[in-house]
């Protein structure tokens, strides 16, 4: 059962006129991201190059909740753009535009324009982790193994 959770959002005037991140389908479980460029402005991301995308939204994530940025399957598919620090996390005390950092891993330059869907976010919680410094750790069959220690 999905729980629902209200975010307190911003439109900068570049986000005036284009739709706040909205669920594609009902089972959806990311809210798309659009670029909030001005209308005839362009970011072209060459081949193997990266560049800060601005949604033109600032959001009040509620205490124990973060947004995290994601690529969007079809942009990493059929382009080879995605989300270079995927995922990205916005905390709940961030307060500045939400920004999308795309990176180019395809051939071709990409352009992106004013209202394109660029990434998808999630609403997650968040639970803090507390330190126990112990001076020894209870034993597991893998042991410190790893790195593909159980294959290859």
Not at 42 to 50: D, K, L, S, W, Y
Not at 75 to 103: F, H, M, Q, W
Not at 137 to 144: E, I
Request: hydrophobic share 40%; aromatic share 4%; charged share 20%.
């Amino acid at each position: 059962m999905a729980h629902n959770v209200t975010i307190a959002v911003k439109r900068l005037p570049a986000a005036h006129g284009l739709a706040l991140p909205k669920y594609e389908t009902d089972g959806a479980a990311g809210l798309d991201l659009i670029a909030a460029l001005d209308k005839n402005e362009r970011i072209t991301i060459q081949p193997g190059a990266r560049a800060m995308v601005p949604t033109g939204l600032q959001m009040a994530i509620p205490e124990n909740f973060e947004v995290q940025v994601r690529p969007r399957s079809g942009l990493a598919a059929k382009k080879g753009v995605t989300v270079l620090n995927s995922p990205g996390t916005i905390d709940s005390d961030y307060r500045g535009e939400v920004k999308v950092i795309l990176i180019n891993h395809g051939e071709e330059p990409f352009v992106v324009q004013r209202g394109e869907r660029i990434a998808q976010m999630v609403v997650a919680p968040v639970t803090q982790a507390a330190w126990d410094e112990v001076d020894t750790l209870p034993d597991t069959a893998r042991g410190s193994g790893g790195f593909g220690s159980t294959s290859v």
